[in-house]
C-alpha cells in the first residue's frame, strides 16, 4: 500500500528487512491477543456473551465494520489491477502488489469475521455445497464471490511468495496464466461491492429511505471503487507526509482526478436518486438526516479540495481529501448497515459492546501486524535506493 | 465505470465530468426508479399464494388474553420458559423461574400474546382509554424474505402448504432471515454457543397427523382459527362487515371442522366495530395468517405501512437481471480476460525474473 513507486525506474520488488518485533507490532500483537481471548468467550457462551446483538439489530460492527467496511478497504487491489492490467496504465505497476497485498489481507479478514460472526459456523462450508444453494439468495453470491476472490489474490500476490523462496519455474508457469487471475480478480469484486449494496434492499421499510433504493448496488459499487483509490492516495501521502520522501506527485494527480470522478458521480447520483424517489424532503428534519448530512458534507468536501489542480499536486490537501472520502465512504456503509436502519417490531436498541469493539480492533490490528511481516520479509514494496529510509518508513508509518 | 476518458482535455475536464456525470446519473435514475412497479424492469413479478396454503385467523376481539396458545405452543414445540429481565425480580431469580412470561417473540417463544393499552385501559377493543390482544406468530408469507434471503436453502416454503420452516441442520447462522423479516418473526439464540433459529412452523408436524396448531387447538373463543388461507380470508370478510349489535356465529378450531375434528363454536352478540382492515391480506404480498382487530393495527405494533408486493421482488428483481443465466458476468469476463491477456504482455515486470 505504501508504495514508494519511482514509475520511471525499472520495476523490482524488495523485502525491506529490519527487526519485526517493533513497538507497532507488539501493540497490535497485544491488541490481537485480546480480541482472541473475548472470542473465546464468544465460542463458549454464544455471540450475547461478548456483543450487543439482538433479534432486532442481528448484524452488529461485526458484519457493517469488519465485512462491508473490511471489504472495501481490500479494494485497493481491485482498482490498481482494473487501472494497471485492463486500462493498461503501466504507470501504476509499481503500486499493484502492495495494494493486492492489502486487498489480501483485508479480504482475507473479512472472512475471518464471517466466521466469527456466523452462529452456526460449524455449517460455514454449506455454502460451497451445491445442494444447500439457494440461487436467489444475495448473501449466496457475496459468499461464494468473497471466497473466490480471496483465493484470486492469493494467487495474484503469490509471486511475491514465488521470488522469496526462488521457486522460479512455478513462477513463470503461473506468470503465463495470470492474466485469468487478474481478469477475475476485476470481475469478482465488481460483483460482489454491488451485491452488498443489493443485500439490504430486502429490508424494504427497516431502511430509512435517505439510503433505501434500487440502486444501492450502484452506490456499493462506486464507494468500493472510490475507497480503493482513496486508501492508496492515503496511505502513499502519509508516508511521504511523515518522512520527508519526494512524492509520487503524477500517478496521485491522475489517482486524485479519478477519486474525483467517482465522487462527483456519487453525489450526482445520490441528488438525483432522492429527487426521483421525492425523499430528499427527509434529508431535512427526516429520521438520522444529521447522519445523511455528515456523509454528505464529507463528500463534498473531499472532492472540492480536488477541483483546484494544483491542489492535486499537494500531499496535505491530498491527505485531506482522500481522508475526507474515505470518511464519507465508511460512513454511507455504516449509514447503510447500522445507522439509517430500525427494526420494524420494535423498541430495540444497538450500540457495540466494549467487547465487539475490541474484536473489530483485533481484526484491524492483525491486518498491520500481517502487513508488517509481510512488507519486512517479502518481496512487496517497491525498492528504492535508500533502503534504510523505507524500512524505517514503513516502521514508524504504524505507529 | 469510474474511470474517465483519457482524451477529455484537462481543461474542459471538470465541466463536462458534471454535465456527463449529471446526465447519466439523471437517465440511469429515472429508468430505474422512476418506472412503476409493474413496468419495472428491476421488479421480478410477486408469488401467488401455494394451492393448498393454510393459516391462521386471528380475530382480537374474540381474545380474552388467557394465553393458552402460548402455552400450548410450549408445549407440543418443547420450548423452554422465557423470563425477561423485568420479571426475574419476582419470577424465582435467574436462571430459575416459575412462571413463562414471555413479553415478546425470541428464540424461546414461538407464539405470543402482546397487549395493547391506552389512557384508563377501560374499555376492550377500544383505541381511546382501551386495551386489546394481538397474537404475534410467523404469518407464513406467499413470497417470504426469510425464503428468499437464505443462502443455504435452510429457510423453505413448501410448494404445496405454504408452510415456512427451518432447518438447523443447514443452517450457518447468518441471522439475514431474522434481519429481513418485515415482521420481526425470526428469532436466534444470542445466548447459546450452538444457538438455532426459531420461528413458528404452524405446527407441521401435528398437521401431519390430522391434529390442530397447539395454539388453534387450546384456544377456547376461536380467536385464532386454522383453515385454508382462502377460507380465512372469506372467513375475515365477513367478521370485517359485522356491525355492533349483530348476533354472528364464530367457529373454533379448523374453520371446515376436519382437522382435529369439529368443534361447536358460539354464537355471540358483536360489541367492537371492526377495522374494514384484514391485517395480511395485502401486506407485502399477502400473508397465509390473517388477523382482524377493532383497534388499528400501527397501534398493536404490527408494521402497517409496507408495500402490497413483498420486498424479494425488488432484491430478486436486481439480481436476476444482472446475473440472469450469467451471461452478463460471462460476457464481462470474457472482456476482462482478453484485456487482461493483452495488457500484461505489455508488462515486462510480470514476465522477467527480478532481484
Redesign the interface.
Given at each position: 500500500m505504501a508504495s514508494h513507486a519511482h514509475a520511471h525506474q525499472?520495476?523490482?520488488?524488495?523485502p525491506v528487512g529490519g527487526r519485526l518485533l517493533t513497538l507497532p507490532f507488539l501493540v497490535c500483537s497485544v491488541l490481537v491477543v485480546i480480541a482472541a481471548f473475548i472470542l473465546a468467550q464468544r465460542?463458549?457462551?454464544?455471540?450475547?456473551?461478548v456483543?450487543n446483538?439482538?433479534?432486532?439489530y442481528?448484524?452488529g460492527i461485526w458484519v457493517a465494520i469488519d465485512v462491508v467496511i473490511g471489504s472495501a478497504f481490500g479494494c485497493a487491489g481491485y482498482v490498481m489491477a482494473?487501472?494497471?492490467?485492463?486500462?493498461?496504465k503501466?504507470e501504476y505497476?509499481p503500486m499493484v502488489r502492495p495494494a493486492v497485498m492489502a486487498s489480501l489481507f483485508g479480504y482475507g479478514l473479512a472472512g475471518a469475521a464471517v466466521l466469527i460472526?456466523?452462529?452456526?459456523?460449524w455449517?460455514?462450508y454449506?455454502?460451497m455445497?451445491p445442494w444447500?444453494?439457494?440461487p436467489?439468495?444475495?448473501?449466496?453470491?457475496v459468499?461464494l464471490c468473497v471466497a473466490t476472490y480471496t483465493l484470486v489474490l492469493v494467487v495474484e500476490f503469490a509471486?511475491a511468495f514465488l521470488?522469496r523462496f526462488g521457486v522460479?519455474g512455478l513462477?513463470?508457469k503461473l506468470?503465463r496464466v495470470?492474466?485469468?487471475f487478474?481478469?477475475?480478480g476485476?470481475?469478482l469484486p465488481?460483483?460482489h461491492q454491488?451485491?452488498l449494496g443489493?443485500?439490504m434492499?430486502?429490508?424494504?421499510?427497516?431502511l430509512s429511505p435517505l439510503w433505501q433504493?434500487?440502486?444501492l448496488?450502484?452506490f456499493f459499487?462506486?464507494t468500493a471503487?472510490?475507497m480503493g483509490f482513496a486508501i492508496v492516495v492515503w496511505e502513499s501521502v502519509m508516508a511521504s507526509l511523515n518522512f520527508r520522501r519526494p512524492m509520487e506527485t503524477p500517478v496521485l494527480r491522475k489517482l486524485a482526478?479519478?477519486m474525483?470522478?467517482?465522487a462527483?458521480?456519487f453525489v450526482?447520483?445520490r441528488i438525483?436518486?432522492l429527487l426521483?424517489?421525492g425523499q430528499l424532503g427527509q434529508a431535512f428534519g427526516g429520521p438520522q438526516a444529521g447522519w445523511f448530512w455528515v456523509e454528505t458534507v464529507l463528500m463534498v468536501g473531499g472532492l472540492v479540495l480536488l477541483?483546484p489542480?494544483a491542489n492535486r499536486g499537494r500531499s496535505r490537501a491530498l491527505f485531506l481529501s482522500s481522508s475526507m472520502l474515505l470518511a464519507a465512504g465508511i460512513l454511507y456503509r455504516l449509514n447503510v448497515y447500522l445507522i439509517g436502519f430500525t427494526?420494524?417490531?420494535?423498541p430495540w436498541h444497538y450500540f457495540p459492546s466494549v467487547k465487539e469493539i475490541m474484536v473489530t480492533v483485533g481484526v484491524f490490528a492483525l491486518e498491520i501486524a500481517l502487513y508488517l511481516v509481510f512488507v519486512k520479509k517479502l518481496?512487496v514494496l517497491h525498492a528504492i535506493e535508500d533502503h534504510a529510509t523505507t524500512s524505517h518508513a514503513v516502521q514508524a508509518k504504524h505507529g | 465505470?469510474?474511470?474517465?476518458k483519457k482524451t477529455v482535455s484537462?481543461r474542459g475536464?471538470?465541466r463536462n465530468?458534471?454535465k456527463g456525470?449529471?446526465a447519466?446519473?439523471?437517465a440511469?435514475?429515472?429508468t430505474?426508479?422512476?418506472a412503476p412497479p409493474e413496468a419495472?424492469a428491476?421488479q421480478r413479478p410477486p408469488k401467488p399464494l401455494p394451492p393448498d396454503a393454510v393459516g391462521l385467523l386471528y380475530d382480537s376481539t374474540l381474545c380474552i388474553g388467557c394465553k393458552a396458545c402460548v402455552t400450548a405452543c410450549k408445549d407440543v414445540n418443547h420450548m423452554p420458559p422465557d423470563v425477561g429481565p423485568q420479571q426475574q425480580a419476582w419470577n424465582g431469580g435467574p436462571g430459575n423461574p416459575t412462571w413463562d412470561t414471555p413479553v415478546e417473540?425470541?428464540?424461546k417463544t414461538l407464539n405470543v400474546i402482546k397487549a395493547y393499552v391506552h389512557g384508563t385501559g377501560a374499555t376492550k377493543d377500544s383505541a381511546e382509554n382501551g386495551f386489546a390482544f394481538i397474537k404475534?406468530q410467523c404469518l407464513h408469507c406467499a413470497d417470504p424474505?426469510c425464503?428468499?434471503?437464505?443462502?443455504?436453502?435452510?429457510m423453505t416454503k413448501d410448494p404445496q402448504s405454504g408452510i415456512v420452516s427451518h432447518n438447523?441442520?443447514?443452517?450457518?447462522?447468518?441471522?439475514?432471515c431474522?434481519?429481513?423479516?418485515?415482521?420481526?418473526v425470526p428469532?436466534?439464540?444470542?445466548?447459546?454457543?450452538?444457538?438455532?433459529?426459531k420461528k413458528c412452523q404452524l405446527c407441521k408436524q401435528r398437521l401431519a397427523q390430522n391434529e390442530l396448531p397447539g395454539c388453534a387447538d387450546v384456544c377456547p373463543t376461536g380467536a385464532t382459527l386454522f383453515g385454508r388461507s382462502d377460507e380465512l380470508l372469506k372467513e375475515a370478510k365477513r367478521r370485517t362487515a359485522l356491525k355492533p349489535g349483530e348476533y354472528a356465529h364464530y367457529p373454533r378450531g379448523d374453520i371446515a371442522g376436519k382437522v382435529g375434528g369439529a368443534r361447536s363454536g358460539h354464537e355471540k352478540l358483536v360489541e367492537a366495530t371492526y377495522q374494514t382492515h384484514i391485517y395480511g391480506e395485502k401486506e407485502?404480498g399477502g400473508t397465509q395468517c390473517l388477523a382482524v382487530s377493532a383497534v388499528p393495527f400501527d397501534k398493536l405494533?404490527?408494521?402497517t405501512?409496507?408495500?402490497e408486493t413483498g420486498?424479494?421482488t425488488?432484491?430478486?428483481?436486481?439480481?436476476h437481471t444482472?446475473?440472469a443465466g450469467m451471461i452478463g458476468?460471462a460476457v464481462?469476463?470474457g472482456g476482462?480476460?482478453y484485456?487482461?491477456?493483452?495488457?500484461?504482455k505489455?508488462?515486462?515486470?510480470?514476465?522477467q525474473?527480478?532481484?
Open positions: 525499472p520495476p523490482a520488488h524488495q465460542y463458549g457462551h454464544g455471540l450475547g456473551a456483543t446483538l439482538s433479534d432486532g442481528p448484524w482494473l487501472l494497471c492490467y485492463i486500462l493498461n503501466g505497476h460472526d456466523l452462529g452456526r459456523y455449517h460455514f454449506h455454502l455445497m444447500y444453494a439457494q436467489n439468495s444475495v448473501m449466496l453470491e459468499g509471486p521470488e522460479e513462477r513463470r506468470n495470470l492474466w485469468v487478474i481478469a477475475l476485476v470481475l465488481t460483483m454491488s451485491s443489493t443485500m434492499v430486502i429490508v424494504g421499510h427497516k433504493t434500487q440502486l448496488p450502484v459499487l462506486l471503487v472510490l482526478r479519478l474525483l470522478v467517482v462527483l458521480v450526482a447520483l438525483v436518486d426521483v424517489r477541483i489542480k427494526p420494524s417490531v420494535g518481496p | 465505470m469510474a474511470t474517465p484537462r475536464f471538470l465530468a458534471v456525470t449529471a447519466a446519473t439523471a440511469a435514475c429515472t430505474v426508479v422512476a419495472n428491476l417473540l425470541s428464540a404475534r424474505s425464503v428468499s434471503v437464505c443462502p443455504v436453502s435452510a438447523p441442520d443447514a443452517c450457518i447462522g447468518c441471522r439475514y431474522v434481519l429481513s423479516c418485515p415482521f420481526g428469532k436466534y439464540d444470542y445466548n447459546d454457543a450452538f444457538g438455532e433459529i407485502l405494533n404490527l408494521p405501512k409496507v408495500p420486498y424479494p425488488l432484491s430478486e428483481g436486481i439480481q444482472l446475473y458476468p464481462v469476463f476482462l480476460a484485456l487482461a491477456h493483452r495488457n500484461t505489455d508488462h515486462p515486470a510480470e514476465n525474473s527480478e532481484q
